[in-house]
């Protein structure tokens, strides 16, 4: 039985003013930096192995919870946030205004949101073809998995058995440096919170 601990980074000042961040590598703040230091504390030192994106905010949120485990930070760029394109570092409204066709299309559910974005299809796979990885590589350890909102929503619409292509609107956003426990048997991940 494996179970993955998976985490999304800690705040950072595009997260704090609204700013659609998903593959543009923001950093933590202090705030960020001071919620990471508060999981190290939390976390029970129960921890095999620890996974996190590529994107500084999620690495440096990583590294100070790994320094506290005493572990190394395994980088998977399979972890990154979706990619929201033209849309990254503009807030909602900013982007209400300036891609109002897009939007509007996105809020109805129809297309990925900016026309450079990365397709849900594509974001959803490489997830996945992580997790399968990690559930493969690690039987009966404890994985902690630092990553964004987005990648751990697709995560959570799997063990929920939800189409995340289809229906990520339904699966909740994710607070920053947030844990959700999940265990692994027989091939599906239920939720131990």
């Known amino acids: ?6 985490v999304r980074h800690g705040e950072t000042d595009w ?12 950093r933590l703040n202090d705030l960020g930096r001071e919620q990471a230091r508060a999981l190290a504390d ?6 095999d192995v620890v996974y996190s994106s590529d994107l500084a ?4 949120t990583a590294d100070i919870v790994a320094a506290k485990l005493q572990l190394e930070v395994r980088v998977d760029p399979r972890l990154r946030e979706r990619s929201f394109g033209s849309w ?27 026309d450079d974005a990365e397709a ?24 902690l998995v ?12 799997l063990a929920a058995g939800v189409d995340y292509v289809r229906d990520h609107r339904l699966i909740p956003g994710v607070p920053n440096c947030a844990v959700a426990r999940y265990v692994a048997r027989d091939g599906k991940l239920a939720p131990l919170d």
């Not at 939390?42 to 921890?47: A, K, P």
């Not at 630092?146 to 619409?157: L, P």
Request: no cysteine; net charge negative.
């Open 1 to 6: 039985m494996t179970t993955l601990l998976l």
């Open 15 to 26: 997260n704090r003013d609204g700013r659609w961040q998903g593959g543009s590598d923001t």
């Open 120 to 143: 849900f299809e594509d974001f959803s796979a490489r997830v996945n073809d992580f997790l399968a990885d990690v559930l493969r590589l690690h039987p009966g350890e404890n994985v």
């Open 57 to 60: 905010r999620a690495r440096e």
């Open 88 to 114: 990254e570092g503009l807030t909602t409204l900013e982007i209400e205004e300036r891609f109002a066709d897009s939007h509007r299309r996105w809020q109805a559910g129809e297309g990925a949101g900016a």
């Open 42 to 47: 939390e976390l029970d030192g129960n921890i």
């Open 146 to 157: 630092i990553s964004h909102g987005g990648s751990i929503r697709v995560i959570h619409a």
